[in-house]
């Protein structure tokens, strides 16, 4: 019972262009939502938050955007640069729960000169 | 402080015989956790503590796995009797409070069962 989905496990953008990465998920109990960022051989690294009272969240060049009713998520990177390639990864916690993370499978993102 | 720390990077062994991995936390964080993440997935949760009080332990945690966090600080994950389908990398997080989110991963232990 995959309850995070990241459906695209690979995307391609050209430097300068914006990325935008997808994530749904299933459990209405979600309250909590992350990006997470993986190089090889390192573990992931943490990129940006959103809590479900709010629909937007910025910093920097990555935007995170948060749909309840359509339990949809998305990461906006603009502009991409090369130093974006990574796995990125969509994770959710419950409230209450002990805030472990319930991860998605990962989207490779490539970005091109 | 360097982030959390994940010893051995990476360990080899054959079917059958044991290992630990060990994981030191960012000083003064008291949760603590583990995952597993084998390829083609995410990282999927195994168990956490609170201190030094192990709070939860997922279904994926078969009684030939057994974690230790005895005085509130680093942990240790033991594999008994290890299994080619227990090949993974093992993931420590560790995070600042019971309130906080936003888990500070290490680089992990990639784990080969030959």
């Known amino acids: 019972d995959q309850q995070v989905k990241q459906n695209s496990p690979s995307l391609s953008v050209q430097e300068g262009r914006i990325s935008i990465l997808n994530c749904d998920y299933t459990n209405s109990m979600f309250d909590y939502f992350l990006w997470y960022k993986k190089y090889p051989a390192e573990g992931p690294t943490f990129l940006i938050s959103i809590s479900s009272i709010k629909d937007k969240n910025e910093d920097g060049r990555f935007t995170v955007f948060l749909n309840k009713s359509a339990k949809h998520l998305s990461l906006h990177i603009v502009p991409s640069q090369p130093g974006d390639s990574a796995v990125y990864f969509c994770?959710?916690?419950?409230?209450?729960?002990?805030?472990?993370?319930?991860f998605g499978t990962g989207t490779q993102l490539k970005v091109e000169l | 402080d360097t982030g959390v720390s994940q010893n051995p990077r990476h360990k080899i062994t054959k079917r059958g015989q044991n290992v630990t991995f060990r994981c030191d936390p960012i000083?003064?964080?008291?949760?603590l956790y583990w995952y597993r993440q084998t390829l083609g997935q995410g990282p999927e949760f195994l168990t956490y503590f609170q201190n030094e009080a192990q709070l939860e332990k997922s279904r994926l945690l078969s009684d030939r796995f057994s974690a230790e966090r005895p005085k509130g600080s680093f942990s240790t994950l033991e594999i008994q009797r290890t299994e080619q389908g227990d090949s993974a990398m093992y993931l420590c997080?560790?995070?600042?409070?019971?309130?906080?989110?936003?888990?500070?991963f290490g680089q992990g232990t990639r784990l080969t069962v030959v």
């Open positions: 000083s003064e964080h008291n949760r």
């Open positions: 997080a560790s995070t600042a409070t019971e309130a906080s989110t936003e888990a500070f």
């Open positions: 994770a959710a916690s419950v409230a209450g729960g002990g805030n472990k993370l319930t």
